[in-house]
């Protein structure tokens, strides 16, 4: 009698063990669908911009031949060398990091057509890389490309409280809300294009009553995520 108290008393710890397991690979999954980095969880619900098929064309096949798997979000910015470099915004996993996330990918193509990618460069939304506007259409000799998405911003709140700090001299259009932080009410930010025809992350507050603040508004370092820096 003892040796079967035994052996049942195994089998009902092994089955809570398993329930454990599996409650824990759950809420694993869960923490890995929406990572938070430093308090600010990403999001990513943000709808493509209307690109050229050309524009579509040249980074969904380069994209294919590495074998990440990312949405393009939008072109952000060209630069013309021998050539041109295009800057894209993209989400989703690499080969290497299976926690999705934000990217700039830059593809070449050279003077025949033929396109690379030569950087792939991940984005910590809680330090984006920032400098000085440098001049209309020019951010350290990459042009800003398009006009965003106006409206388009993939939360009710967001869109409204957004709608109501973007007043000022430079008006933002949104290419992607990037992350929110839920305080005391809640703060976001976005990767937006200037009417300045800078590309800027605005950072914005809507408190728990729904009123909206504006916070900051930076322009993007596009070299340092070009990768093209050394």
Not at 2 to 19: D, P, Q, S, W, Y
Not at 151 to 160: S, Y
């Amino acid at each position: 009698m003892r040796k079967i108290n035994m052996i049942i008393a195994g089998l009902a710890c092994a089955l809570v063990f398993t329930f454990a397991l599996s409650g824990f690979g759950t809420e694993a999954a869960a923490a890995e669908k929406t990572p938070t980095l430093g308090g600010w969880t990403l999001v990513d619900g943000n709808t493509p911009a209307m690109m050229s098929e050309k524009d579509i064309t040249r980074i969904d096949k380069v994209l294919k031949e590495k074998g990440d798997n990312f949405t393009v979000i939008d072109l952000v910015a060209t630069q013309v060398v021998s050539g041109a470099n295009y800057m894209y915004l993209v989400y989703g996993t690499t080969a290497n990091e299976a926690v999705p996330g934000y990217y700039f990918v830059t593809v070449y193509e050279d003077t025949k057509g033929n396109d690379s990618i030569i950087g792939t460069t991940s984005v910590d939304v809680t330090a984006i890389r920032t400098a000085a506007p440098l001049g209309k259409g020019m951010t350290g000799g990459w042009a800003v490309r398009g006009s965003g998405k106006p409206g388009m911003l993939p939360d009710q709140n967001a869109q409204a409280s957004f709608d109501a700090i973007n007043k000022g001299d430079v008006m933002y259009n949104p290419v992607a809300l990037l992350a929110t932080q839920v305080v005391s009410g809640t703060n976001y930010k976005a990767l937006c294009k200037g009417n300045d025809s800078n590309l800027y992350v605005v950072t914005w507050y809507r408190d728990l009553q729904g009123n909206a603040s504006f916070t900051s508004a930076e322009c993007v370092n596009i070299g340092v995520y070009s990768g093209l820096s050394k």
